[in-house]
């Protein structure tokens, strides 16, 4: 969930790794810091609570060169640094990464959580070590430290200690026995080294969470495995398991271009990226939608995959989506969708519930785990739990370098772009898209509904990105509303069938951005508890789209406006006129039909809560507490 950076070259590596690191901000944090070995060798750590600013206030005027570092004198350099997200301990100075030995020779940045720290604390206290923090991650730095004692090796001594962790972890470690070193490890958290030069020709090497914050210095990686250790050194990288074989590296060559981080002007990453969701769904369509008379190419990458793909289809008797947050929520959109046009049962599982019981999984199953990241812990659990029971599973994912990727039988990039804001908008409309193709692919090759339907939601379809459009174009009435609901404590959202989820990522991403109690229900569940709460002080906010339950939808509205609650509506079709005084605002979107309307009912409920988060003074891109890449439990 926070983000690590390794870097040994002859730059100056106290302002590259802070450069870097601001590039991985987006995952969310709440302190930072970095360690680097001087001219001296001697260990230096700087670190601070708040923001990498804060940071960057203590540093040493000779270390506070922004950008990439400087070329040096032909000297080699080592540091690391660390974005934390607490977790053990608060989010303090004391807790901040990195940590050290007892003896200062050792430090250590962890993204991750080691779940036997207790034991490991209390072992290592009896045997005269000092413990400063709170955090599980000392324990790991005052065993390596403990065990270095004794063993010249610091690769057996690596081996050694992580023989000992339970848990999860991605590790840099550096030593100031060892200054010409850097050492990396990875168990069941994301972890990726870059290979590169300098502009005099040394080689230099960044060890990163992320490849964003690698990508503006090299674009030639190597991705990291579970339970593989790196020694790197300017002679390069040597990699080896847990038991202390060698494994041959393999470096990757990536595009950088989808990695690209700029606001292009917006005031804020969520802001921009709500505008982009109309190019979000044409790229998503692009190549795999053509027209509405030719079948749709799902996996976009070669006709064999395709095939294999296509074969598999044919013989599923059931789907099992699996996400955590707004993959949820975008997964229950799909199952509405899937469902009625393909006539095949869908289930849908929050991630960290499926890992931990026994789920009915089998060889006739396509497990679908949805994840922006592709690094979300629980649904990785998940996927490598669906397959050891059989299933075949289709990951949608926004990076295709992700460890879900690499691990899931098939891959459906959602082709989103980097998104930075924490809280997600345009990956739960690609997302949503995605699994629109799936079903309609589904129902073609099942023959499952009839071609002119499917034609009529393949035109729809690629309607939808110009309906957006116009969504965008209109965005005054809800920052009105931003300023007339914003300082409400409690907001329900509630809508019937396909919208139903819809409810519940807006009320996700005004709790998420806001800070504002919000839930999403279905309006037929709101006599059956939440009535109970409406006042005048709570707006209920409805999604009414034409369809079966408009009717229904306006009932329910009524009986919120009966005790008072002040109403909005969200709608694509006209509210006649006899019943638009149970609103006190209604704000009218394009139509389209029916099954298609999440990708254009979420956006006003998006801008709506980023409206309302901007009114209120909040930290819009990252939100206290979140993160955005979950990598631990």
């Known amino acids: 969930m926070c983000g690590i950076v390794g870097y040994l070259g002859h730059k100056s590596p106290v302002p590259l790794i802070v450069d870097s690191l601001r590039h991985l901000e987006y995952r969310g944090y709440d302190s930072a810091g970095v360690a680097y070995l001087d001219n001296e060798n001697l260990l230096q750590v700087y670190k601070a609570s708040g923001k990498l600013m804060n940071l960057e206030n203590i540093l040493p005027a000779s270390l506070q060169i922004r950008g990439n570092g400087n070329v040096s004198n032909g000297a080699q350099h080592i540091g690391i640094g660390h974005i934390r997200w607490a977790t053990h301990g608060a989010a303090n100075d004391v807790n901040a990464h990195p940590h050290t030995g007892s003896r200062n020779e050792i430090a250590l940045v962890h993204n991750g959580i080691i779940e036997n720290f207790y034991e490991l604390r ?248 949805m994840s922006q990241s592709g690094e979300t812990a629980d649904t990785l659990a998940a996927l490598r739990l669906s397959r050891q029971k059989g299933a075949k599973v289709l990951t949608l994912t926004n990076r295709e370098d992700s460890t879900m990727a690499r691990e899931a039988d098939f891959v459906m990039p959602v082709r989103a772009g980097v998104e930075v804001s924490v809280a997600a908008t345009k990956s739960f409309t690609a997302q949503v898209t995605a699994l629109y193709l799936l079903g309609l692919a589904l129902a073609e090759k099942r023959k499952a509904s009839h071609p002119e339907q499917l034609e009529a939601l393949k035109s729809d379809l690629l309607k939808i990105p110009a309906r957006i459009e116009t969504v965008l174009h209109n965005t005054e009435p809800l920052q009105a509303m931003a300023r007339k609901y914003g300082h409400a404590r409690d907001v329900l959202f509630i809508a019937r069938g396909v919208n139903f989820p819809v409810a519940m990522e807006g009320a996700l991403k005004l709790k998420e951005i806001s800070y504002i109690h919000a839930e999403g229900y279905s309006g037929s569940e709101l006599k059956h508890g939440p009535i109970a709460m409406l006042d005048s002080n709570i707006p209920v906010i409805s999604v009414l789209t034409k369809g079966p339950v408009f009717e229904k939808m306006i009932s329910n509205c009524q009986e919120a406006k009966a005790r008072e609650a002040r109403c909005i509506a969200i709608s694509n079709t006209p509210i006649p006129k006899e019943l638009q005084t149970t609103f006190e605002d209604i704000l009218e979107i394009p139509e389209c039909m029916e099954p298609l309307s999440p990708l254009l009912t979420t956006i006003p409920l998006q801008l709506l809560a980023y409206y309302m988060a901007e009114f209120l003074g909040k930290d819009v891109d990252q939100p206290r507490n979140l993160a955005k890449s979950v990598t631990v439990e």
């Not at 090497?205 to 300017?234: M, P, W």
């Not at 799909?334 to 060889?363: M, T």
Request: glycine content about 6%.
């Open 122 to 369: 209390q072992e290592l206290q009896c045997k005269g070590h000092t413990f400063l923090s709170e955090t599980d991650t000392e324990s790991v730095v005052q065993l390596l430290e403990h065990l270095s004692q004794d063993e010249p090796d610091f690769c057996k001594v690596v081996l050694k200690a992580l023989d000992k962790l339970q848990g999860a972890y991605a590790l840099n470690v550096i030593s100031k026995k060892h200054p010409n070193k850097l050492y990396a490890a990875r168990n069941q958290a994301p972890l990726v080294i870059g290979v590169g030069q300098d502009a005099n020709g040394h080689p230099e090497y960044i060890v990163a969470s992320d490849a964003v914050a690698i990508v503006q210095h090299t674009n030639r990686l190597i991705y990291l495995k579970d339970g593989e250790i790196a020694e790197i050194s300017e002679q390069g990288v040597r990699i080896m398991n847990l038991k202390g074989d060698l494994v041959e590296p393999v470096i990757e060559t990536i595009s950088t271009d989808p990695l690209t981080i700029d606001k292009k002007g917006y005031k804020h990453f969520m802001l921009k990226e709500i505008y982009e969701q109309p190019d979000v769904v044409r790229n998503s369509l692009s190549g795999r939608l053509q027209s509405v008379h030719q079948p749709i190419w799902l996996l976009g990458n070669t006709p064999q995959a395709e095939e294999t793909f296509n074969r598999e289809l044919q013989d599923i008797g059931r789907i099992v989506i699996i996400g955590c947050g707004t993959s949820y929520n975008a997964g229950m959109v799909g199952k509405y969708f899937i469902e009625e046009l393909v006539q095949i049962p869908v289930e849908v599982e929050a991630a960290g519930e499926f890992r931990y019981r026994n789920p009915f999984i089998n060889n006739k199953d396509l497990v679908i785990t």
